[in-house]
């Protein structure tokens, strides 16, 4: 690394270290072992002692920044070289390119020097007018009109064409000034507004976006739910979206205008103030205003994306890391009507060991018939759990099952209504093709809803996250950064829990630190050929698997009742020596010490600290042996529907009943009470206390008790309240700004929301109740 990388690296780990609350050597830190190919959770668990315990967040904050600062630089560098070759590159200019601190603030100063098409202003100065802008500019006391006779030419034949050739010099100057435009995006981002309208003859087409046919709101305060309807109603061709500064400012000369003066020292008192005034407004109406209106709209669709990405983020990984049934044999039934309910039945491995398809509905109606096979299977295969897909006929079939299990002896399986978003992505993919080559493409969906209630982590890592539908907006944002933030996701999960090497799918295994699909293959294909592993070393066995990548990913995967202990540990193997350490002084055989949390608690781990490893890996090693293997994810646990509550019309207000949140958003939570159709949490009736964001109460997953405050038949929404207190006319007054949106059940799409300003009151206004709508 040369002097000057080394001191950018330096600059970026100290810029980075603020941001994430870390000191600057613990950022550095992080930087050199994520160049040298580390992932974040190898480096999250075990180089604690290099980075002075950065956690997996800190640490994804930080590669992001990483990212964004590195191409900052680049650009900088570049953009500096670029001046320089037009040799006008000055000592100020080269501090204002060295001092600017976003890509926004480069592009801003190296603007008048961006190569660029002839344009009026350029040729105002090959007509010689360029003396003639400076003139005015440098003397208010003259008359412009009378300093334009001494310019008149051929190509400019009266002072009218002179003066608007010193008009366009002028401007260009003006819009070129990188300190101005700094200010004027800045003060825009304090006092704009974003205005909606719809698009004349598009009342009827669009009518889902009615709520923005006529909506103004302070940009700055635009949640990122609205943001992104009334785009997706631009997009559509329904809205049109303006950025509007100093609309309704009675002075004649605008606040913004005034800015642009002021840069010049332009007055009002002098000849030529007011004709350098006039230009100032002409360069804010033509070049300006439309220029930073793409700013900042370009500002709130990134904004607004970040935060639906990071909502989605949030709940994806709260979904991954639900509680796990556990190796029971579980039968997995994908509800249908005319196409009737199919079923398989997998053992506590998840092995699929039985299918079949059966027609309780119409037109076939055979109830009966549908029972004695299930009942058949359940008593063949010792089924423990019946896990039944919410989607259409979910509530039929579960009916239908408790009443056959009714009529079973004891034990009795349980029966868990599990959400089946993504079942029929898997089931087309070819990973599913190729792992049931045979079977019908919709028994793989049954396999599927078995398989995510034994363990969802494992069977939802074959699914592509987007597919999974817990998000917002997820085919209005980036997919670049969507993709990267729920790998990142899926990564922590994986590697948070651990993976049984022997037992895992390649899709499970290609998530683990450093490895990847072409690895999971080999590991794959190698324990199919030779047996399962009986040691993480044998792992170095394995073509293109080299030390490097074993480190990354040994503490990660896990071999129960191997011949080694420590195998079935995240204890990683280059700590083994540790290990073994403690457990000479504990005097006790390994096996006996692991979960001995009595003799463990005595240990003194700083006696074990030596040069490589600190008392952060002592301490994780010793907490290891205390609960082996230990899963982070809850306890298994169910929601129970209500009987006889199938549909909205048995929903009554003042209802008590039990659901679990199938979806969070910053104004609420979506919960599945059983009737088909999600009811909404809004933000303000999640708790007896002020609520910022849903988050903060309830993730996806969740079994929560709720009331049913007021039902819509017509709409199809259910407003709901997890308050103790009784709900009397709707939701309390929210956070200035707040309001829920309208969210796709099964796509995560929205549409938009009235904002706060404009509901009407009661627990069916039009914000609450719009947020409940599925298209």
């Given at each position: ?185 800045a003060y825009l981002q304090r006092n704009a507004f974003l205005r909606a309208r719809v698009v004349e003859g598009k009342e009827e087409a669009g009518a889902k976006f009615s709520d923005y046919f006529d909506h103004v709101e302070r940009w700055s305060g635009v949640p990122s739910h609205r943001a992104l309807a009334m785009l997706r109603g631009r997009n559509e061709d329904v809205l ?536």
């Amino acid at each position: 690394m040369t002097a000057d990388n080394a001191s950018t690296t330096t600059a970026i780990a100290r810029q980075i270290a603020t941001e994430i609350g870390a000191r600057p050597q613990q950022a550095e830190a992080a930087i050199a072992l994520l160049d040298e190919g580390a992932t974040v959770p190898f480096i999250a668990r075990y180089r604690k002692e290099v980075t002075g315990g950065l956690d997996d967040t800190q640490l994804r904050q930080l590669g992001e920044r990483l990212i964004y600062l590195r191409e900052l630089e680049a650009r900088r560098a570049a953009i500096h070289e670029a001046i320089r070759q037009q040799d006008k590159l000055t000592p100020e200019l080269e501090a204002a390119i060295a001092a600017a601190a976003t890509k926004a603030e480069l592009e801003d100063i190296y603007l008048p020097f961006k190569p660029k098409r002839r344009n009026r202003a350029e040729i105002a100065r090959e007509r010689g007018l360029g003396p003639l802008a400076e003139a005015i500019l440098a003397d208010r006391s003259l008359v412009p009109s009378e300093l334009a006779k001494a310019y008149l030419t051929d190509e400019v034949p009266d002072t009218k064409a002179a003066l608007e050739g010193a008009r366009d010099i002028l401007s260009e100057q003006f819009a070129q000034n990188a300190e101005l435009i700094g200010q004027l995006r800045a003060y825009l981002q304090r006092n704009a507004f974003l205005r909606a309208r719809v698009v004349e003859g598009k009342e009827e087409a669009g009518a889902k976006f009615s709520d923005y046919f006529d909506h103004v709101e302070r940009w700055s305060g635009v949640p990122s739910h609205r943001a992104l309807a009334m785009l997706r109603g631009r997009n559509e061709d329904v809205l049109t979206l303006d950025i509007e500064a100093d609309a309704d400012d009675p002075r004649p000369i605008k606040p913004v205008v005034r800015m642009i003066a002021e840069a010049y020292a332009i007055g009002e008192k002098l000849p030529g103030d007011a004709w350098l005034m006039e230009v100032a407004g002409w360069t804010w109406r033509v070049k300006l205003s439309l220029h930073l209106a793409l700013d900042l709209m370009t500002e709130l669709r990134m904004k607004a994306e970040t935060e639906a990405i990071n909502v989605f983020a949030r709940n994806l990984k709260d979904l991954l890391l639900a509680a796990p049934a556990g190796t029971r044999a579980t039968m997995g039934l994908d509800p249908g009507i005319r196409t009737g309910v199919k079923v398989a039945v997998v053992d506590g491995t998840g092995k699929l060991v039985a299918t079949s398809t059966v027609y309780p509905f119409p037109p076939k109606n055979d109830v009966r018939g549908t029972q004695a096979e299930l009942a058949r299977l359940i008593r063949q295969h010792g089924v423990e759990l019946v896990a039944i897909g919410n989607g259409t006929g979910s509530r039929e079939t579960e009916k239908l099952v408790a009443e056959m299990l009714g009529d079973l002896p004891p034990p009795k399986p349980i029966k868990v209504v599990v959400s089946e978003a993504g079942a029929s992505v898997y089931s087309a993919s070819e990973q599913a093709a190729a792992e049931f080559p045979q079977l019908d493409v919709s028994l793989r969906g049954a396999v599927s809803i078995a398989r995510r209630l034994q363990d969802p982590l494992a069977e939802l890592v074959k699914i592509e996250p987007k597919s999974i539908g817990v998000g917002q907006y997820q085919h209005d944002v980036d997919q670049y950064h969507l993709a990267r933030a729920l790998d990142a996701v899926v990564e922590d999960a994986v590697n948070a829990v651990g993976v049984d090497l022997n037992t895992a799918s390649a899709s499970l295994l290609a998530r683990v630190s450093g490895l990847g699909t072409s690895l999971a293959e080999a590991i794959v294909a190698h324990r199919d050929a030779n047996g399962p592993f009986a040691s993480r070393r044998q792992l170095l066995d394995v073509s293109r698997l080299g030390p490097r990548t074993f480190e990354q990913c040994a503490g990660f995967l896990r071999i129960r009742d191997g011949a080694e202990p420590l195998d079935a540990s995240s204890v990683h193997p280059e700590a083994y020596g540790v290990a073994r350490k403690i457990v000479k002084a504990c005097g006790r055989d390994l096996r006996a010490l692991m979960g001995d949390s009595s003799a463990l608690a005595a240990v003194d781990p700083r006696v074990f600290v030596d040069e490589r490893f600190g008392l952060p890996t002592v301490r994780d090693i010793i907490a290891e042996l205390d609960k082996p293997g230990r899963d982070p994810r809850p306890a298994f646990r169910t929601a129970t529907f209500a009987d006889g509550i199938d549909d909205m019309k048995d929903l009554k207000p003042g209802m008590e009943l039990e659901g679990t949140v199938t979806n969070v958003a910053a104004f609420g939570a979506f919960v599945d009470i059983g009737v088909h159709q999600d009811g909404l949490v809004h933000v303000s009736q999640l708790a007896d206390r002020f609520v910022k964001d849903a988050h903060e109460v309830v993730k996806v997953g969740d079994v929560v008790k709720v009331r049913v405050v007021e039902v819509d038949l017509k709409r199809k929404r259910i407003a709901l309240s997890m308050r103790r207190e009784a709900a009397t006319g709707g939701p309390k007054a929210r956070e200035p700004g707040r309001g829920p949106d309208v969210r796709d059940k099964t796509s995560g799409r929205g549409a938009p929301a009235k904002p706060a300003s404009r509901e009407p009151q009661g627990a069916l206004g039009a914000a609450l109740m719009d947020a409940l709508k599925r298209r």
